[in-house]
């Protein structure tokens, strides 16, 4: 233990920065993934309600459903509902506002993780530049090669960190992203097939 204390102790300023980064993406990755579950975001029970809904019934039983079962499938759907007297065009206007805002609800906090891969890197290679530009100007004054060897995996060390934090967040980015592209177009087909139904009472 105090080895790998000392991993990170000597990465200095940059290294605690991308500690920092660490434990603020993993808290963003945790709180996403609780947030951005299919079931949750598309209920198994709302999805059977859309489709035992018949075309023509009536539409209070559903909406009465939805507003028990909260989630952002109901909260699109609740839309069409509350505008299905309007015509097509401003219905689809209603439900895109809607459906906007639920997906930006599900994006939120993903920037964070978009920021984080791009600037870990980074970071990770500003320590061990400054590392380096410290050992290089004492080279003279130790004249030992082994120190300035030691010295030299010291500044590595940032690097390393840098990249691990990065790694992670790519990954847990590119999941969730793709995660909010499936509900997007579940959202976008479950819509049309209550716009369709509504049709028919017409």
Request: net charge neutral; hydrophobic share 50%; charged share 15%.
């Amino acid at each position: 233990m105090p080895g790998f204390v000392q991993f990170f102790v000597k990465g200095g300023f940059f290294m605690a920065v991308l500690l920092l980064l660490s434990i603020f993406s993993l808290a963003v990755i945790l709180q996403r993934a609780l947030i951005i579950k299919m079931d949750r975001a598309l209920p198994p029970e709302v999805i059977r309600a859309l489709e035992g809904f018949k075309g023509g019934s009536q539409t209070e039983n559903l909406q009465k459903f939805l507003l028990r079962e909260p989630s952002p499938l109901s909260r699109v759907l609740l839309s069409v509902l509350q505008h299905r007297d309007w015509t097509r065009a401003e219905i689809l206007d209603a439900v895109q506002t809607r459906a906007r805002h639920e997906i930006s609800r599900l994006e939120s906090g993903l920037v964070f993780l978009e920021i984080t891969t791009g600037i870990s890197p980074l970071l990770g290679l500003l320590g061990t530049l400054s590392g380096l530009v410290g050992i290089f100007g004492n080279i003279g004054a130790s004249g030992d090669p082994q120190l300035v060897a030691n010295g030299i995996s010291e500044a590595l060390n940032c690097t390393i960190v840098g990249l691990g934090v990065a790694v992670p967040n790519l990954i847990a980015y590119n999941y969730f992203t793709r995660r909010v592209e499936v509900v997007s177009i579940e959202l976008e087909s479950m819509t049309t097939d209550l716009m369709a139904k509504l049709a028919v009472g017409r």
